[in-house]
């Protein structure tokens, strides 16, 4: 435990006095001229009774640090202030410290907290762009489909146009004045003429092949599969002509496929 300055006056006073006794009793006897001096000086002051008052609390006052050395539990009063006030100073530390922490993490928090803020402010710019080019790609594209619109609309009206336009007299006269065109005028009327039944009758088949019902539609494949279309191998060329993209196979195999069955019985 560390001394008080009381302990440690005493301390001193005891190694000067074995260690240099002149010097102690030199300090003494001065101490006691200031004392008597102080008490001359205070008698000055008083007149009369005051004077025999005053001296009677001087005495008092002299035997009360007499008597409060005698009693036992001096050392132990000053000796528990110590610890009292080593108590203190351990707590105020103690809060001291837990206020500074309390401090650091405050201004840790707030530090964060400004940081998500700036992030959340810029995750929202973020997303307030993204909404704006997604509400543009939105109209770009509606305009896009409005165009793409219109343009089949007008590309099937010139189609419809074209080919209304394009009729079997006209493929007739592209065909010979590309292909023949220096024959004699008598000789190339017949070929258009025959050119020109041929193509006739195969439009009037397809279009009658579109609104026919099964059926007739038989009746058009039986006729494809004449002995004589095979002859010339005209079959595919004929096949097609009429409109039925491939499906003759179709039909030949389905017929096959209930003869097997008809013969099986």
């Not at 030199?26 to 205070?42: H, M």
């Not at 770009?140 to 209304?164: F, G, I, P």
């Not at 099964?214 to 002509?241: C, G, H, I, P």
Request: aromatic share 6%.
């Amino acid at each position: 435990m560390p001394l008080t300055p009381a302990e440690k006056q005493k301390n001193y006073r005891e190694k000067l006095k074995a260690n240099n006794p002149e010097k102690y009793e030199e300090i003494k006897k001065k101490a006691a001229e200031n004392a008597l001096r102080y008490y001359r000086n205070k008698r000055v002051n008083y007149k009369g009774d005051q004077k025999e008052e005053q001296r009677r609390k001087w005495k008092e006052d002299r035997k009360k640090p007499k008597n409060n050395c005698q009693q036992p539990c001096s050392k132990t009063t000053d000796k528990e202030s110590v610890d009292l006030r080593n108590i203190q100073r351990r707590i105020e530390y103690k809060f001291q410290q837990e206020n500074m922490r309390l401090l650091k993490d405050l201004f840790n928090l707030s530090k964060r907290f400004n940081n998500l803020q700036n992030l959340l402010y810029r995750h929202q710019k973020q997303i307030d762009e993204t909404n704006e080019n997604l509400k543009n790609v939105l109209i770009r594209l509606k305009q896009l489909e409005n165009s793409k619109t219109s343009t089949e609309s007008e590309e099937a009206s010139m189609m419809r146009q074209n080919t209304a336009e394009y009729t079997p007299r006209k493929r007739v006269e592209e065909l010979i004045s590309e292909n023949i065109p220096h024959i004699e005028t008598p000789k190339k009327e017949v070929i258009k003429q025959k050119l020109l039944e041929h193509d006739v009758l195969t439009e009037a088949l397809k279009l009658e092949m579109k609104s026919s019902n099964q059926a007739e539609k038989r009746t058009f494949k039986k006729v494809l599969k004449n002995d004589l279309v095979e002859k010339y191998r005209q079959k595919t060329k004929l096949t097609l002509s009429l409109g039925f993209k491939g499906s003759l196979k179709k039909y030949t195999r389905l017929k096959f496929v209930r003869l097997l069955c008809y013969k099986i019985k």
